[in-house]
């Protein structure tokens, strides 16, 4: 089976943009995680979208929100970028729950905002 | 509110030796509880997790870790190390009633042949 993928690799953004980032999760999973990494916090978990629903949420703005679409694939948007949130995005894909069931993670998105 | 804290943020051992990473979590409810480990370059890895039951868990490779309740530790221990374990480690915690996930900052262990 193929891996968690997300696109893209890479972003410069400078501060104020949006920017919209994409995790595939692998197939047959029906849940999907976002969690923020950064050197200070570490990894901070946003939230867990399953068959389409957001099922829970972490302690971040509303600023980041998300979606997930019927195929499981999932978006995170983070609006009026601001310096702060130049981090490792990762996604993780389970087949049910994030609390209990093995999370495979994708390669993360670098997001740099200047 | 839970947290998770790994007390070393980087262990060097020598190749051969034994090895602990420490792991405390505070909550006040049930847990289930991870590690997870980041090898240079590639993504985030399961590497061993207590749900329930035997509170020694071991992994493929040779890891084990204790649940111990009294202490809210979850520690990780390795009789010989090898080159190739070096990597960065992340303990988690969930809760079993609650809505999030949380992970350590993690600890980098590096073995020095």
């Known amino acids: 089976k193929a891996g968690v993928t997300q696109t893209p690799r890479y972003l410069i953004k400078t501060r104020g943009q949006q920017v919209t980032l994409s995790c595939s999760p692998i197939?047959?999973?029906?849940?999907v995680s976002w969690y923020q990494q950064t050197p200070g916090q570490g990894l901070q978990f946003l939230f867990e979208?399953?068959?389409?629903?957001?099922?829970n949420k972490g302690n971040f703005p509303g600023r980041f929100s998300g979606r997930q679409f019927s195929n499981s694939r999932s978006e995170m948007n983070v609006s009026t970028l601001e310096l702060g949130d130049s981090a490792l995005y990762l996604c993780?894909?389970?087949?049910?729950?994030?609390?209990?069931?093995?999370?495979?993670f994708g390669p993360g998105t670098r997001l740099t905002v200047l | 509110a839970q947290s998770v804290t790994q007390l070393d943020s980087q262990v060097p051992v020598f190749e051969e030796a034994p090895v602990e990473l420490r792991c405390n979590y505070s909550?006040?409810?049930?847990?289930?509880l991870f590690w997870y480990v980041q090898y240079p370059n590639q993504g985030l890895q399961l590497l061993l997790k207590?749900?329930?039951?035997?509170?020694l868990v071991e992994s493929i490779n040779g890891f084990e870790a204790e649940f111990n309740k009294s202490q809210t530790s979850f520690h990780l221990r390795k009789p010989s190390v090898h080159i190739s374990d070096t990597a960065e480690y992340f303990c988690?915690?969930?809760?079993?009633?609650?809505?999030?996930?949380?992970f350590g900052t993690g600890t980098s262990l590096t073995v020095i042949p």
């Open positions: 993780a894909s389970t087949y049910g729950t994030y609390r209990t069931d093995t999370q495979y």
């Open positions: 197939s047959g999973h029906r849940s």
């Open positions: 979208y399953f068959s389409e629903t957001q099922r």
């Open positions: 909550s006040s409810v049930s847990v289930y």
């Open positions: 207590y749900l329930s039951g035997s509170t």
């Open positions: 988690a915690v969930s809760d079993t009633a609650g809505n999030q996930f949380y």
